[in-house]
């Protein structure tokens, strides 16, 4: 059986790029022109016939492992899919012929996509050095052996399969919201998963099979071993976080694209235009007054003393000699305040700082939850806004009702556009907000989201970019973290592990706080030496006053505590809910994503793997 | 982390060691205690050796099963760390990294990557080699046609019996053209072309300068090729020396003659028995079955019958036979002489795989058997370093070698 040339496989792949690639490009210049239905036909077409060229590589390949491993996985893979969406169309009834002709040819896109990753990884990875070596091998054995791959085809079935599950009675935001947040966990799940059985599969089974024997006689410093092995796997992430980007991306797109016709209201239309494919500035209100939330504060304090001087000091006083938590409970009641609208009342909220909006930008998005304190008759609530000490007209209120009044759900998410040109030359706009209907309870906002302006300042392109960024080093760390458990600990072992500090970090927030109230510890104000000699002394207390479960809860906290602190959190880096929720993940989270997760967590973990293996004794005792 | 004191007193020996330039591999007080989990002393693997492997010759270690020989190999090549003693390899400790390009490794068994295909197994251990591409296309065609596994190349060396297995083994370890050749029971599933075609291939590199250390259980594989011997029982080296002193027989002398008829057969005892030697016996040497195993598939080749195992296993690789510094005088004739059981290549014409037998020279006999006193008792013919086996000689050495064994069992 001869095998094709190097010009034939390269034609091969190349024909298979410009099809692919350029089909996609096309259709999405033409999706820019509102030609939705050309742009649907070229890449229908282009992918069609990459279809051909791809039968006929499998079948021209079927003597190499490359393909015959490879393509014919992918072929059974096409078949799946198109019985099981086939499937789908005749139980639901809902999803149409279109949705499953696009989750098709997206499946088929993507697993392209991927192929030509490969061929790409092995294009880059062909020199002589052993660190390419044994890069290139993982990647290999990643598409060869079984468990990774299934998990990749998983992904790849996956992901385009998800707008079928969307109910498609949602309003279009939403819909394209879930798919965002779905196709990213799914995204980084897959390749969690992945990253941490080829990780600690690759290692364990070759010092379990020995041929580490074979690699670590040659040329091979331990260092370069774990290099190599790192690379590879992080490479092969690399090409799959970028064909999921490509198909998160093309997806939602052209979910959003239906906007004239899968729209569910104005709100929802112009809610798709403006505000889910972007990348937004979150800016939250500050006070009109010169002293700010400060001068507030002090004037709640000094209304406290003068009531209760035994808990909040003698007026007068200094601010500094309020105890941590009694400061913290006023700041806390003021900012409540401040973000509550009692009934009659206006408050104006300053939003400030609004310059550098991008030309071209036409509205900024007045983003809101309203709360009431008290019950509502309707469940709605209701309020009138001033923009600048002008009257804001409800530009969506229905005929006949006052044109100048809000009715939005208690207690939901709502957006409301206003016009740039509303900011004034500081980059300043001042929203004021009258809770006028008068049987109605105070209106409240959370300090957190009740109440935010929302400007687009960058592309949800770029956004996505960087959320896949975000999500390659963490698997890249995850990866790191396999191997290097992998240097001492055999495969069930070193899997739990990995997959323990994986999810300690994905949960990092939940666990921080559950374990902050567990059991009684030392105040954290104290000073680090102070906390650690408490910790014995309240165990010691508790003990002696016979309350033992709750001394070894302090136990338990302590060993908690200890964890966590040695994990990272993953959930500071988590580019999902900034990315469905269209706001901006800003070149300085992925900085500080780089730093913390590629640079500083990777490097110790790379360097805790290296001192590991460079004293195991890699042979085991055979007499 | 804090260099172990074990590793500074290697350190201290290697340079020692270094000075004696003609020294491979130095062990000295050599000893590996595996410890279980409480780090209690479970088994001696290797007890206290000492051994030298000096440069250029045929080094064989042997032993019964679990004698400590892997164990020792091990420690030579760093993958097992000595409890005392020290090793050094080359001058240097045995894990020095750079070191490792001087080294090629067959392990006991094939440990190889399942996924990859011959070809692309050979490309991996050829980049570990810092090999260019160019480098390597060339050395690995040249190695999957001496193995005789280039036309399986393209399927998955997880679907490869353990001989073909074992075979890819052999090419991996030769990718680098070692000047260090560490074979680990070399012959195991392999059938007798393949182990033929190790020991031709050992000639070949021992020809050329290179040191090989040999395993083996295979004492008749050994006895062909190898210099010097060391015996080990129980981790510790129970005899070693060169091969030829060590295997002689004091008591005895052969003389080989070209095939003669009866009549000649009298004369001969005749002579014999006037020259005192009352006790001769005239026996006719048996074809080994290694020779007669070899001429049965090489007439199947040239028939050209389907095989779907391995190939014609060709000529020793171009790069392992040609010295680029010197060029030894007659090559050609050793080459020929290393590569003729094995040379079965279609195009070429069939050549005899056996040397023809010499025609009997009647002089010789008469000489012989008139007035000429026998010669002293003749030295061992002393022909390795120009053909691998010697098929017509009697050998009564692999049954002593066996009784040495069992009296080392006891």
């Keep these: 059986m001869a095998i094709p040339s190097r010009t034939t496989q390269f034609g091969f792949f190349g024909t298979l790029g410009v099809l692919v690639i350029g089909g996609m490009l096309i259709a999405l210049f033409l999706r820019a022109q509102d030609q939705a239905t050309a742009a649907n036909i070229v890449f229908g077409t282009a992918v069609g016939l990459a279809a051909v060229v791809l039968a006929w590589g499998a079948y021209a390949w079927r003597e190499m492992l490359f393909s015959s491993g490879l393509l014919s996985l992918y072929l059974v893979k096409y078949a799946v899919i198109l019985v099981v969406s086939v499937f789908i169309a005749l139980v639901s009834g809902g999803p149409d012929l279109e949705v499953i002709i696009r989750t098709v040819v997206g499946t088929y896109a993507m697993a392209t996509l991927f192929l030509l990753g490969l061929f790409l990884i092995r294009l880059v990875f062909r020199a002589g050095h052993p660190i390419i070596g044994i890069a290139r091998t993982t990647v290999d054995e990643a598409v060869r052996m079984k468990a990774p791959l299934v998990i990749i085809v998983l992904l790849i079935l996956l992901l385009p399969m998800l707008p079928l599950f969307i109910p498609q009675e949602d309003q279009l935001r939403y819909r394209i919201q879930t798919f965002l947040t779905w196709s990213m966990l799914i995204t980084s799940l897959c390749l969690s998963l992945m990253t941490i059985f080829l990780a600690v599969g690759t290692v364990t089974s070759e010092i379990h099979k020995r041929q580490i024997f074979l690699t670590l006689t040659k040329p091979v410093g331990r260092a370069q071993y774990l290099a190599g092995k790192w690379i590879g796997i992080a490479s092969l992430n690399a090409v799959l976080i970028v064909v999921s980007g490509l198909g998160i991306y093309a997806f939602a797109t052209s979910l959003a694209a239906q906007k004239d016709v899968a729209a569910r209201s104005g709100y929802d239309y112009l809610a798709v235009e403006e505000g889910v494919l972007a990348a937004r500035q979150a800016v939250k209100p500050v006070p009109t007054g010169e002293t700010g939330l400060a001068g507030l504060f002090n004037q709640r304090l000094e209304r406290l003393r003068r009531d209760e001087p035994a808990t909040y000091g003698q007026p007068g006083s200094p601010v500094a000699a309020l105890p941590d938590d009694v400061r913290n409970s006023v700041q806390q009641q003021v900012l409540q305040l401040w973000y509550t609208v009692p009934p009659q009342n206006r408050t104006v909220y300053r939003f400030t700082g609004l310059v550098g909006i991008p030309e071209g930008v036409q ?60 900011i004034n030359e500081r980059g300043e706009i001042d929203i004021e907000v009258f809770n006028f209907p008068p049987d109605q309870s105070s209106l409240s906002f959370n300090p957190k989201d009740g109440i935010e302006l929302l400007y687009r300042v960058d592309s949800f392109e770029m956004n996505l970019v960087r959320s896949m960024a975000i999500l390659w080093l963490r698997v890249a760390l995850l990866a790191m973290i396999g191997i290097a458990a992998s240097t001492f600990l055999g495969f069930p072992v070193a899997c739990l592990a990995t997959l323990l500090f994986y999810m300690a970090a994905a949960g990092h927030g939940y666990i921080a706080e559950s374990i902050s109230s567990y059991g009684a510890f030392p105040r954290a104000e ?73 640079l500083i967590w990777t490097g110790l973990m790379a360097v805790v793997g290296y001192l590991l293996f460079r004293a195991r004794e890699i042979a085991r005792v055979i007499v | 982390m804090a260099r172990n004191p074990l590793d500074e007193a290697t350190a201290a020996y290697t340079q020692e060691a270094s000075q004696s330039t003609d020294l491979v591999v130095k062990c000295a007080g050599l000893t590996k205690v595996f410890r279980d989990f409480w780090m209690r002393n479970r088994v001696k693997a290797v007890d206290n050796i000492d051994m ?143 182990s033929r075609q190790i020991k031709d291939l050992i000639v070949e590199l021992k020809r050329r300068g290179k040191t090989i250390l040999l395993c083996s259980h295979l004492l008749a594989d050994v006895e062909d090729v190898t210099d010097r011997v060391a015996i080990m029982y129980g981790g510790k080296v129970r005899r070693a020396g060169d091969i030829d002193e060590l295997l002689v027989e004091h008591g005895q002398a052969t003389i080989t003659l070209p095939a003669f008829d009866e009549s000649d057969r009298l004369r001969i005892m005749d002579a014999l028995d006037k020259a005192g030697l009352h006790e001769a016996r005239i026996d006719r040497p048996r074809q080994k079955l290694e020779q007669f195993f070899l001429d049965i598939v090489a007439e199947a080749q040239a028939q050209g019958l389907a095989t779907s195992g391995a190939g014609n296993a060709g000529r020793i690789a171009e790069f392992l036979r040609t010295d680029e510094t010197q060029e030894v005088q007659g090559e050609d004739l050793i080459r020929e002489l290393a590569s003729k059981p094995v040379v079965e290549e279609a195009k070429r014409p069939q050549q005899p795989a056996r040397p023809a037998a010499p025609q009997p020279d009647a002089g010789l006999i008469d000489q012989l058997t008139g007035n000429a006193p026998p010669s002293p008792p003749a030295q061992r013919p002393q022909e390795k370093g120009k053909a691998p086996a010697r098929p017509n000689q009697p050998k009564p050495a692999s049954d002593e070698d066996r009784s040495v064994i069992d009296s080392l069992l006891g």
Excluded: C
């Design chain 1, 363 to 422: 509205s900024v998005q007045l983003r809101v939850k309203p709360k009431l304190t008290g019950s509502s008759p309707d469940g709605f609530a209701r309020f009138a806004l001033r923009v600048n000490d002008t009257p804001f007209p409800n530009e969506l209120a229905p005929p006949g009702t006052d044109p100048f009044a809000f009715k939005f759900a208690d207690n939901k998410h709502y957006t409301i556009p206003i016009s740039t040109r509303a």
């Design chain 1, 526 to 598: 104290l000073p680090v030496l102070e906390r650690i000699v408490g910790i014995p002394t309240t165990i010691i207390d508790q003990w002696a006053e016979g309350k033992y479960w709750d001394g070894f809860k302090v136990l338990i906290r302590m060993t908690g505590s200890g964890f966590i602190a040695l994990i990272p959190s993953f959930a500071e880096y988590n580019p999902t809910p900034l990315l469905a929720d269209g706001r901006l993940v800003s070149w300085s989270l992925l900085g500080r994503a780089s730093l913390w997760i590629g």
């Design chain 2, 52 to 194: 030298d492997i000096r440069r250029g010759e045929v080094f064989g270690l042997l032993g019964p099963n679990g004698s400590g020989k892997s164990t020792t190999i091990k420690m030579i090549l760093g993958l097992l760390h000595p409890t005392a003693g020290r090793i050094a390899v080359f001058g240097k400790h045995p894990r020095d990294v750079g070191n490792k390009s001087l080294i090629g490794y067959l392990p006991e068994e094939s440990y190889l990557y399942p996924f990859l295909n011959a070809r692309e197994t050979l490309e991996y251990y050829g980049r570990l080699f810092h090999q260019s591409g160019q480098v390597r296309r060339k050395r690995i065609d040249m190695l999957l046609e001496m193995v005789g596994l280039d036309r399986v190349a393209r399927r998955p060396v997880g679907e490869y019996s353990k001989g073909m297995q074992r075979r890819i083994g052999i090419a991996q370890a030769l990718i680098n053209d070692p000047q260090l050749l560490i074979l680990d029971e070399p012959t195991t599933g392999l059938d007798p072309i393949g």
